[in-house]
């Protein structure tokens, strides 16, 4: 090689290094690209027909009749006929509740009780904590919830944990199943958040951004243990109807929910907050939906009503390939499962019609 084609080449190399540089760094959780697909869209603002949301949290909106106005008109404009509020409390808190919310706007709102944990080690706890939620279905209640720390943090006074099966429930769990009322329940939380936190796992990006999300073997039972627990309650109490949160965190295996769902028929299921999961598998996803079709229902978790956008799409139209709302959840892109009518109807209202009392069907399509 002559030293001509030698300085040309070496020059060459710093060039293509010194562009190299110019490359700004960007962190992994940055990188956002914007997809070149072009493919038909059918974006969607209203459900195509009206729809029960099983799965919600208000709390803030009681503090006035402003609050309480607007959230109705955000109702109005996405088509929800009725919002189930899980976190109505129990004594005093629930009939404030149910007054602040049924009063004003008749129908519209549904208000699930919650349990009071204090003192269960104390002997009549069993029947106290049946007797409160006795009288909280009088004063209004029509379900009951149990929230994520039940099974996974929470404590008796005697610091040991309570297990979702803990038979000092059983007397509530009587209750329930005499006035039929539906136990909503939210067991564990995603199996990724049980799992070390690499390069493997889903989701590393929100364990990074939300690091307290984590449930390390050191401080927290296993995910196996929460659900072979929950598979016990719902085992023990045939006559209770519960609706398993979060499609039981088992979205991404609906072969084994749906085995589940076989073994024990007194468990129905919601969508809350796992779009993401059925977005990502569309032909799985529509056979689940069209077997288990009386067993599944509409749930949302967080209130922003845009989000639900998405949700009409996934689950109306046969989209392909649209962005998620929440990156942390789904890097990945949504495709359509088009549901048919017969089945978005019970999704959206029927089943919750018949495992709710109380609920006019008047204001829903045949």
């Not at 402003?66 to 959230?71: A, E, P, R, S, V």
Request: contains cysteine; charged residues 30%; positive net charge.
């Amino acid at each position: 090689m002559n030293k001509a084609c030698f300085l040309l080449m070496v020059g060459g190399l710093c060039l293509f290094a010194q562009r190299e540089r110019e490359v700004p760094p960007m962190r992994i959780d940055e990188y956002n690209p914007k997809s070149t697909l072009k493919v038909p869209e059918h974006p969607l603002k209203r459900s195509k027909f009206p729809f029960i949301d099983v799965h919600n949290h208000q709390t803030r909106t009681l503090e006035s009749n402003t609050g309480l106005d607007k959230l109705v008109s955000d109702m109005d404009a996405l088509n929800m006929q009725i919002m189930v509020n899980l976190s109505g409390g129990f004594g005093e808190r629930l009939t404030q509740t149910v007054k602040g919310m049924k009063t004003r706007y008749p129908g519209r709102f549904v208000v699930f009780a919650n349990v009071d944990f204090r003192g269960m080690n104390d002997p009549g706890y069993p029947d106290k904590a049946a007797k409160q939620l006795e009288e909280d279905i009088k004063n209004g209640a029509q379900g009951l919830k149990f929230f994520k720390n039940f099974g996974m943090e929470l404590k008796d006074e005697k610091g040991e944990r309570v297990h979702v099966d803990d038979a000092r429930l059983d007397k509530v769990f009587q209750v329930c199943a005499k006035y039929k009322i539906p136990v909503l329940i939210h067991t564990a939380e995603p199996r990724p958040f049980f799992e070390p936190i690499d390069k493997n796992n889903e989701r590393w990006l929100e364990l990074q951004q939300f690091p307290s999300r984590a449930r390390p073997a050191d401080k927290f039972p296993s995910w196996d243990t929460l659900m072979n627990e929950q598979m016990a309650l719902f085992a023990k109490h045939p006559n209770v109807k519960f609706i398993n949160a979060h499609l039981g965190w088992l979205g991404g295996d609906l072969t084994e929910l749906g085995r589940r769902m076989d073994k024990l028929p007194n468990m129905y299921t919601e969508i809350g907050a796992v779009l993401a999961e059925i977005g990502r598998q569309p032909r799985a996803a529509l056979a689940f939906f069209t077997k288990y079709q009386d067993r599944v229902l509409f749930g949302k978790d967080i209130w922003e009503p845009s989000e639900y956008y998405v949700y009409f799409r996934v689950l109306e139209t046969q989209d392909e390939y649209f962005e998620y709302y929440r990156k942390r959840h789904a890097f990945w892109r949504m495709y359509g499962i088009g549901l048919p009518d017969d089945i978005l109807k019970k999704l959206y209202y029927k089943n919750a019609l018949k495992l709710i009392p109380g609920l006019d069907a008047s204001k829903f399509p045949k």
